[in-house]
């Protein structure tokens, strides 16, 4: 530890803090990451993989919380809350529910448009620059429905991403599906492809391999733990578990703990996580073609590395309950019921702590400190999709210069 302040200290080395370094080190900053476990020890770890520009529209529709009660009945649902932490949650669904109302809905869905497009852009470049081409499929999503009606109820967000210029196919029999993805029960009658949506092969690797780069150019990381923050008159302090850093700039990109520490300069900021479960299988015995969604039953699959992952659920959990792993065995039944050849022998599961603001919108903003501390954090589903983007913008706000976005709807004071 040092005395002389830093030029700017990264809190957090997950997918997030892992883009912000590099992108600021490639500005002529000196950054210091830190996360208190390591590179991608967190939910950058074990995501789906999934690049997915073309996800604009939140968790909280407009009349979800009519539909809400009943996924909520059922404790292994898609969408639950364990009883241990319903009242705790209560103001966040409140919030929730005020982000679902028509008016809001469409300004988040107008906000995350034009994050999204400078974030499919911002990859692009960050693939050009630092990424390694191989680590990327361009395989496309597949979202499946069962029946006329469900498929009928999604129509509108297909119709907006049409609107929105993103190219789309609209698929309705069973033979067009397995045309995209052979293997499939035949209840999938309907399904939207949309070819522009990408994976990495591993979202662990993929962000080791952009650590990599930022160390390879001398930047520096350290595992430490941060347990405070306190303005000075020119500086910050970090008081961490190994002692006190000094620096001149402090972005937070915590993730989901993120509320923690901006609490410790004043800021409240109703940052959730929406737990999250998947199992991954070494091996995979179907070939799978492109990105799977079954958008009736909250879950997805994925190509991660030679095997595959099954995962998603929205559990409302927090950060200190354990996991209930059972949520991620229903999601490999259900699996195994869609696509019949799946073996599900020898999966390992885990359980991930999305980021989530009740609008589905992450924080790009100053702090009530000012610019001396950078908030970057609350990505929820769409972290990987948007950390390219994140960095950029935070190395805007860290230099004084103008984003080319407009971060009002991002702020952190706009609840
Ligand atoms: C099941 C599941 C599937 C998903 N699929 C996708 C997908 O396909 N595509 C997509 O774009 N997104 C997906 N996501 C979301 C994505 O994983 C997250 O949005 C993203 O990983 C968040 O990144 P982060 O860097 O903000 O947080 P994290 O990866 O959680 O990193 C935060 C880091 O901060 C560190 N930290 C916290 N507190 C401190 C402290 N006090 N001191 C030091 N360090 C600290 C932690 O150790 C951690 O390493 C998925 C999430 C889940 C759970």
């Not at 370094?21 to 074990?46: C, V, Y």
């Not at 469900?150 to 210029?165: I, T």
């Not at 994976?199 to 347990?227: I, M």
């Not at 915590?254 to 900021?269: E, T, Y």
Request: glycine share 10%.
């Amino acid at each position: 530890m040092t005395n002389k302040p830093i030029d700017i200290v990264v809190i957090g080395a997950g997918i997030i803090g892992v883009s912000t370094a590099l992108e600021l080190q490639a500005r002529g900053r000196t950054p210091l990451l830190i996360d208190r476990k390591g590179i991608a020890a967190e939910t950058s770890r074990g995501n789906a993989g999934a690049f997915a520009f073309s996800e604009v529209e939140p968790l909280a529709t407009p009349g979800i919380m009519r539909r809400a009660p009943m996924w909520l009945l059922d404790p292994l649902g898609p969408l639950s809350i364990p009883p241990a932490y319903a009242l705790k949650i209560a103001p966040w669904m409140l919030k929730f529910w005020r982000a679902s109302w028509a008016d809001r809905y469409d300004q988040a869905v107008t906000a995350q448009t034009s994050l999204m497009h400078h974030c499919k852009a911002a990859f692009e470049r960050q693939l050009s620059r630092f990424g390694d081409a191989n680590m990327v499929r361009r395989d496309g999503q597949l979202e499946l429905y069962e029946g006329t009606r469900a498929f009928e109820q999604a129509k509108p967000k297909w119709q907006r991403r049409a609107d929105l210029g993103i190219d789309i196919t609209l698929l309705t029999d069973p033979d067009a599906i397995a045309d995209i993805q052979p293997g499939l029960s035949r209840t999938f009658t309907h399904a939207g492809f949309t070819p522009g949506w990408f994976n990495t092969t591993d979202p662990q690797k993929w962000t080791e391999s952009l650590a990599r780069q930022y160390t390879d150019r001398g930047g520096l990381f350290e595992t430490v733990e941060v347990r405070d923050l306190t303005p000075r008159s020119d500086h910050m302090e970090i008081k961490t578990n190994q002692g006190v850093l000094l620096a001149k700039q402090v972005v937070i990109c915590a993730g989901a703990w993120s509320h923690r520490l901006a609490k410790k300069i004043g800021d409240s900021i109703p940052l959730e996580t929406e737990r999250g479960y998947n199992t991954t299988f070494a091996h995979s015995s179907v070939d799978l073609k492109t990105h799977l969604t079954f958008a009736q039953h909250g879950f997805v699959m994925s190509k991660i590395g030679g095997g595959l992952r099954i995962g998603g659920a929205v559990e409302l959990g927090g950060l200190d309950l354990p996991p209930n792993y059972r949520r991620a065995e229903i999601l490999v039944q259900k699996a195994k019921s869609f696509m019949p050849d799946l073996d599900v022998s020898d999966g390992t599961q885990w359980m991930g702590y999305r980021p989530s603001l009740p609008d589905s919108l992450p924080v790009i903003s100053p702090s009530s400190a000012g610019y001396r501390v950078i908030y970057a954090f609350g990505h929820g589903h769409l972290g990987l999709t948007q950390s390219a983007g994140t960095a950029e913008l935070v190395a805007d706000l860290a230099g004084g210069s103008e984003p080319s976005v407009d971060l009002a709807p991002f702020s952190a004071t706009r609840f």
